[in-house]
């Protein structure tokens, strides 16, 4: 005797239920990124740690990655910024609140970004959207003694060198384009860039160090992020 045909909707969910069983069972079969940690330390030249450096980090054995545009702030306070040196991805905007005891006229004339907020107090201006990546130096049309500075990257990793000179942060395995930048460096970034390959181990490391001395620190009682 034939057994009694299965409702339609029973086989649908029957083949739909078979289906979900070989898709599991090909992810399973896919192995899964590794990922490891990235450490870059950045030297003077006579191998002292180097704080406040800006490190990239660019995949070259996958896609292009961008990272995600932000809304940064970069306040004023005590004639300085605050903070001074901010790194953004490529297409972030930046607010520019003042919030000290007096006016301030912010201006950048790099190619990168050019533009001018004119003399003003509070926030009475819009964000500044920033899509053009490069070094955007900041300073003040009232005070010369400020500086400030924004890195624009396009690069999906990057960050800042702490007090031990070192930077890290977690990538799949594969090669990377390496590159740094400080506001006092001689060297362009192109100078000190290096590819370095994360392998199977669950870490890399690079150690960079500088050709030239770094240039004079400015003559101020004010210290910067930058600094050494």
Same mark, same amino acid.
């Given at each position: 005797?034939?057994?009694?045909?299965?409702? $339609? +909707?029973?086989?649908? !969910?029957?083949?739909?239920?078979?289906?979900? =069983? %070989?898709?599991?069972?090909?992810?399973?079969?896919?192995?899964?990124?590794?990922?490891?940690?990235?450490? &870059?330390?950045?030297?003077? /030249?006579?191998?002292? *740690?180097?704080?406040?450096?800006?490190?990239?980090?660019?995949?070259?054995?996958?896609? !292009?990655?961008? *990272? #995600?545009? &932000?809304?940064?702030?970069?306040? #004023? /306070?005590?004639?300085?910024?605050?903070?001074?040196?901010?790194?953004?991805?490529?297409?972030?905007?930046?607010?520019?609140?003042?919030?000290?005891? %007096?006016?301030?006229?912010?201006?950048?004339?790099?190619?990168?970004?050019?533009?001018?907020?004119?003399?003003?107090? $509070?926030? *009475?201006?819009?964000?500044?959207?920033?899509?053009?990546?490069?070094?955007? =130096?900041?300073?003040?049309?009232?005070? @010369?003694?400020?500086?400030?500075?924004?890195? /624009?990257?396009?690069?999906?990793?990057?960050?800042?060198?702490?007090?031990?000179?070192? +930077?890290?942060?977690? /990538? =799949?395995?594969?090669?990377?384009?390496?590159?740094? +930048?400080?506001?006092?460096?001689?060297?362009?970034?192109?100078?000190?860039?290096?590819?370095?390959?994360?392998?199977?181990? @669950?870490?890399?490391?690079?150690?960079?160090?500088? =050709?030239?001395?770094?240039?004079?620190?400015?003559?101020?009682?004010?210290?910067?992020? +930058?600094?050494?």
């Amino acid at each position: 005797m034939r057994p009694p045909a299965r409702p $339609g +909707w029973e086989q649908s !969910a029957l083949r739909a239920r078979a289906g979900l =069983t %070989v898709l599991l069972c090909l992810l399973a079969a896919v192995p899964a990124a590794r990922a490891a940690t990235l450490i &870059i330390t950045v030297q003077t /030249v006579d191998g002292r *740690p180097l704080p406040g450096v800006v490190v990239t980090a660019r995949a070259l054995d996958a896609p !292009a990655r961008k *990272p #995600q545009p &932000i809304r940064a702030v970069m306040d #004023q /306070v005590d004639r300085a910024f605050a903070p001074d040196l901010l790194v953004i991805p490529l297409g972030s905007t930046v607010t520019f609140p003042n919030s000290d005891s %007096v006016s301030h006229q912010i201006y950048s004339f790099s190619p990168a970004k050019r533009f001018q907020l004119p003399l003003y107090r $509070g926030t *009475p201006y819009p964000p500044v959207h920033f899509d053009q990546a490069g070094i955007v =130096t900041l300073g003040c049309n009232i005070h @010369d003694e400020m500086v400030g500075y924004l890195m /624009v990257t396009d690069a999906p990793y990057y960050g800042r060198t702490s007090a031990t000179g070192a +930077w890290s942060t977690e /990538v =799949t395995r594969g090669r990377y384009r390496i590159a740094v +930048w400080h506001p006092r460096m001689r060297e362009s970034e192109a100078d000190l860039e290096r590819e370095l390959t994360v392998g199977e181990t @669950d870490h890399a490391e690079l150690t960079l160090r500088l =050709t030239k001395t770094l240039t004079p620190a400015p003559l101020s009682e004010r210290r910067h992020s +930058w600094d050494y």
